[in-house]
């Protein structure tokens, strides 16, 4: 995952592939991941491991989320958990986080892009 260093995210399927390869930091568990992005979209560094919950739920500060983007200094962030019953539909919860991130993200001036479920 360390490769994903300097790569431009230009598309969802970029996202997805640089979380898949982090994913199996979680194990069998809920792992919630940040990638923080500068101003080109280009990664920072490798994603982030928020948040380790269990196989069906982890519960994610959004003050942890973006502590860990201002640390390096990004200017965008775009999100990801996995599901390990391997549904990848968002939950309420999950929509939920995501609003909350943005508007957070929004005062904070670092811009949540996206949130993925793989």
Do not use: W, Y
């Not at 979380?19 to 069998?28: E, L, T, Y």
């Not at 549904?87 to 909350?100: A, C, H």
């Amino acid at each position: 995952q360390e490769r994903s260093v300097g790569e431009v995210i230009a598309t969802a399927e970029d996202a997805v592939r640089v979380f898949r390869a982090a994913i199996p930091i979680a194990g069998n568990n809920e792992g919630f991941f940040a990638l923080p992005l500068d101003a080109e979209r280009r990664a920072l560094v490798a994603p982030i491991l928020v948040s380790l919950g269990e196989s069906t739920t982890t519960t994610v500060d959004p003050g942890e989320v973006f502590s860990a983007a201002l640390q390096v200094g990004a200017k965008a962030i775009i999100v990801a958990h996995n599901h390990p019953s391997g549904n990848s539909t968002p939950s309420k919860q999950d929509e939920q986080l995501t609003m909350e991130l943005k508007r957070l993200g929004d005062i904070l001036g670092v811009c949540c892009l996206d949130h993925f479920v793989v």
